[in-house]
Structure formats: structure tokens, C-alpha cells
């Protein structure tokens, strides 16, 4: 009975959030997104990101073949790409990509590198470009940096905000139904992170929650503090908090201090919620999980499903991006269409996955009932480190040799990428 009802609860958990949405976002006018022309000239995008994170790759990956799918793009398997950066795909975009309706601009790629002063610098060299030359149709801006810095009144270039963690909170959006501007768009997932706390609580059910984040204000909005700190309020647990470093060029520092804090936290808590940061990154992560495993400290993934196969024990989120890309795709084909940016709707809440690594399991001695071995739609029986050391690797051997690798030299293409009708 117990048992019954555990998973019961997680269900109920998952979908009440799911489908408790404000009625305004879910009654948002819906475009055609069918290609067309810019009167017979091509639709000129550029893109704009704080700095190299893994999520931005991924996603502008998915949101590419998604525009494949909508026929925007003439179907074609991207190469393989370096590290956790977009140049390298925006190279290819600009001069190799076909299409008949877009353009990606060979020099409308912008990234801030995570410094402060660089990120002013760009912000405001895009709206300057934005308002005076007027050769961009649309502005991608990847992340709350980008968000924060397009959306406002200095332009009115319609704007699209990817992979900002929480749009409403880093103050990108006016609301979850409205972006307050009139080209501005933020997808958001307004209960994600809450859904991600009352599963993990549920499940392990833990007294004093260990939070590793960077303290400033974007980071707290990036990591979602106030949803944690509400949680906690209603779920009775404690949180033990350890400020990293962040927002800076070097993930090496950043990773350093995200380790650092790990040390410190499994000394005082019975459950780390590893959160979204550049220090938590792919040379990192072996050295978190094996920390948090010898302190036999359960771990859950804010990221996702990637990190819960490279060795941390859960997360509740996307298999894949694919879902995420196509919906991105459609909010640009129908901006394209005569869409006003915030006339579209801005909730697309990710279809639940929960994921679980049975190495990391046995190890911290967790043993996981069957019901949630039931439910679980990602099952790991070990920690990938053939997939860890490939990626360590191949950005060590990419970066020292500064070439770009083909598909048939590359070990690493996974031809599931290649969109499907």
C-alpha cells in the first residue's frame, strides 16, 4: 500500500503540474508555419548568447532540425560539434545550410564569453546593429544573459529567448502569459524545478537539501533559488547552501569551486539538487559524482537525463531536445508568418522522464523500489565514462589541433540527431 501510494503521488505530482497552466498563455493564437518568403528576399536571423553552455548547443541544434521538419531548411545531419559551443554550427548554417526562405548572417553570431564587461560591450554593438544597419529579421538570444539584454524597448527586432531557466524571475517576461513587448518572446516552463524537487523528496526523502550556487542575482534566477527555498517551505526540509563561482570565462575556476562546495556539503546533508552552472560541466562531473557517491549522498540533476547517464542518480526531464526544438521552430515560422512575437503562447512544459543510474544506486547503497523502476523511462545500469572520457577528449585534441572534424573521421556522430518525418 505504501508503495502504491508513493507512486501514485509522483504521478499526481507530475501531471497536476503539467496541466495547471493559466488559461490566458493556453489561449494564445496559433500561426501558419508554413514557409514563405520575406517579400521574395530570405528571412535573416542572427544569435546571441552569454557564453558556451551545453543546453544552448543542444537546443539550437533541435531548433534547427525542427525548422528542417517545417521545411524551412532543406533536411541535412549537422556535423558533429566541439565542446559546448554554437560558432562552429553557425559556421555551417551561414555556408553550407540550404534553404529557400532563411538566412543565418555569417557575422551575426554574438557570445559574451561569461565577462561581465564583454557582455555590455556586445549588447550593446547588437542593438546598435539592430537599429541602424536593420539587417536582421530576428534575434535568437540564448540564455537569461541574452534574454535580459534583448528584451526591452532599445530595439523592436522580434526577439525569441531560448533556455532561460526561469524568464519571469531573471525579469526577461512581464508574466508567464505576457512578455510585456511586443517582439519579445521567452518560452517558459513555469513549474519545472517544482516538479523536480517534490519527485526527488518524495522518493528519497530528505531532511537538509545541499545547494552548490553562485549567489549574484542572474545566477539565483539561472538556478531557480526561489523555487527551491518555496519548496522547502512547503516540504519541511533544510537547505544547506555553498556559494560557488560562476558567470566567468574559465570553467576550470568554475568547476573547481563547484567541488570545493561538494566537499563541504556531504559533510552536513542527506541529499544534493545539483544545479544548472557553468562549473558543472563535462570535466567536472566525474569528479562531483565521485564525491557525492563516497559520501553515499543521493544527487538529482537539475540539467537532466545527460547528467543522470554520466553518474549523478536522478533527474526528471527530457530525453531529448527534440520536443523543446520543434516548438522553437514553429514560434519562429509563425513570427515569419506575421506573428507578433508576444502574441504567441509562451508554455510548453517538457514531456516527464524520469532517470535513474543503477551504478550510482548500488554504490551510495539506494535502493529504489520496483514502482519507481516502473515508471522510470530512462534506466542506466552504469555511469557512461566511455561517453565522459570521448567528450573530455575529443574538445582536448579538437581545441589543440583547432580543426573541424567530419563525420567520417568523427566517433562521436549519433545519427538519431537526423530528423525524422
Given at each position: 500500500m505504501e508503495k502504491?501510494?508513493?507512486?501514485?503521488f509522483i504521478f499526481v505530482i507530475i501531471y497536476y503540474f503539467m496541466i495547471n497552466i493559466p488559461v490566458s498563455a493556453a489561449e494564445k493564437k496559433f500561426f501558419n508555419i508554413a514557409p514563405k518568403t520575406n517579400n521574395a528576399?530570405?528571412?535573416?536571423?542572427?544569435?546571441?548568447?552569454?557564453?558556451?553552455?551545453?543546453?544552448y548547443q543542444k537546443i539550437f541544434i533541435e531548433t534547427i532540425y525542427g525548422l528542417m521538419k517545417l521545411g524551412w531548411i532543406e533536411k541535412a545531419i549537422i556535423p558533429p560539434q566541439r565542446g559546448e559551443q554554437t560558432k562552429e554550427i553557425w559556421d555551417w548554417l551561414s555556408k553550407e545550410a540550404k534553404s529557400n526562405y532563411i538566412r543565418f548572417v555569417a557575422d551575426a553570431h554574438y557570445n559574451a564569453g561569461w565577462d561581465k564587461e564583454l557582455r555590455k560591450k556586445t549588447a550593446k554593438k547588437i542593438?546598435?546593429?539592430?537599429?541602424?544597419?536593420?539587417?536582421?529579421?530576428?534575434m535568437i538570444a540564448m540564455g537569461t544573459w541574452a534574454g535580459?539584454?534583448?528584451?526591452?524597448?532599445?530595439?523592436?527586432?522580434?526577439?525569441?529567448v531560448h533556455s532561460a531557466s526561469d524568464a519571469f524571475e531573471a525579469g526577461i517576461i512581464k508574466s508567464v502569459e505576457d512578455s510585456g513587448y511586443d517582439h519579445v518572446h521567452a518560452r517558459v516552463d513555469p513549474f519545472r524545478y517544482e516538479r523536480q524537487l517534490f519527485v526527488f523528496h518524495n522518493i528519497v526523502g530528505f531532511k537538509r537539501l545541499g545547494v552548490a550556487y553562485n549567489d549574484s542575482v542572474a545566477c539565483r534566477s539561472i538556478t531557480a533559488i526561489k523555487i527551491i527555498e518555496k519548496v522547502a517551505k512547503e516540504r519541511g526540509?533544510?537547505?544547506?547552501?555553498?556559494?560557488?563561482?560562476?558567470?566567468?570565462?574559465?570553467?576550470?575556476?568554475?568547476?573547481?569551486?563547484?567541488?570545493?562546495?561538494?566537499?563541504?556539503?556531504?559533510?552536513n546533508v542527506d541529499a544534493l539538487y545539483v544545479?544548472?552552472?557553468?562549473?558543472?560541466?563535462?570535466?567536472?562531473?566525474?569528479?562531483?559524482?565521485?564525491i557525492a557517491n563516497s559520501a553515499r549522498i543521493?544527487?538529482?540533476?537539475?540539467?537532466?537525463?545527460?547528467?543522470?547517464?554520466?553518474?549523478?542518480?536522478?533527474?526528471?526531464?527530457q530525453a531529448d531536445y527534440s520536443y523543446l526544438g520543434h516548438f522553437n521552430a514553429e514560434i519562429i515560422a509563425q513570427i515569419f508568418n506575421g506573428a507578433k512575437p508576444n502574441e504567441l503562447n509562451q508554455v510548453f512544459e517538457e514531456p516527464p522522464k524520469i532517470a535513474i543510474n543503477l551504478e550510482t544506486a548500488a554504490t551510495i547503497g539506494f535502493n529504489p523500489p520496483n514502482d519507481i523502476l516502473d515508471i522510470a523511462d530512462e534506466i542506466y545500469p552504469e555511469i557512461d565514462r566511455l561517453v565522459l572520457y570521448k567528450k573530455i577528449m575529443y574538445?582536448?585534441?579538437?581545441?589543440?589541433?583547432?580543426?573541424?572534424?567530419?563525420?567520417?573521421?568523427s566517433k562521436f556522430f549519433d545519427a538519431s540527431w537526423l530528423p525524422t518525418d
Open positions: 502504491s501510494s508513493k507512486i501514485l528576399e530570405k528571412w535573416r536571423i542572427g544569435l546571441y548568447e552569454g557564453g558556451e553552455y551545453i543546453d542593438i546598435d546593429r539592430l537599429n541602424q544597419k536593420k539587417d536582421i529579421d530576428l535580459q539584454d534583448l528584451a526591452n524597448n532599445k530595439h523592436c527586432t522580434p526577439t525569441v526540509f533544510e537547505i544547506v547552501r555553498c556559494y560557488t563561482i560562476d558567470d566567468i570565462p574559465d570553467k576550470k575556476i568554475a568547476g573547481d569551486s563547484v567541488k570545493k562546495c561538494f566537499k563541504e556539503l556531504v559533510k544545479t544548472l552552472q557553468n562549473g558543472v560541466n563535462v570535466n567536472s562531473i566525474p569528479d562531483l559524482v565521485k543521493p544527487t538529482f540533476s537539475q540539467s537532466g537525463s545527460e547528467e543522470v547517464k554520466q553518474g549523478f542518480l536522478l533527474s526528471i526531464s574538445n582536448k585534441v579538437s581545441n589543440i589541433y583547432n580543426r573541424e572534424t567530419t563525420l567520417a573521421d
